[in-house]
């Protein structure tokens, strides 16, 4: 993934940034899942998908542990299901 620009001033500061505060793109986000901006812009507009942060009307973030915990609920429900289906 290409440098943040909050990671990059906070070396040159000499503060450390959290994991939590990094901010994804949604190219960044559609790249990962494999889907292109327009059906993830889809998604945000019907309130599906991982969860994100609007900063104005062409600016949206995806917090990276928000979109860890959307990857690992969704897994989750594809494992649960399989089981009681086979179960």
Do not use: C
Request: aromatic share 10%; glycine share 6%.
């Amino acid at each position: 993934m290409r440098r943040n620009i909050r990671e990059a001033l906070a070396e040159r500061l000499g503060i450390q940034v959290p994991k939590e505060a990094v901010l994804l793109t949604s190219f960044e986000v559609a790249h990962f899942l494999r889907i292109s901006r327009d059906a993830l812009a889809h998604w945000r507009k019907n309130g599906r998908g991982p969860a994100f942060m609007r900063f104005s009307r062409r600016t949206v973030r995806y917090p990276r542990k928000a979109f860890q915990r959307y990857l690992e609920q969704h897994l989750q429900g594809r494992i649960s299901a399989g089981v009681e289906a086979n179960g």
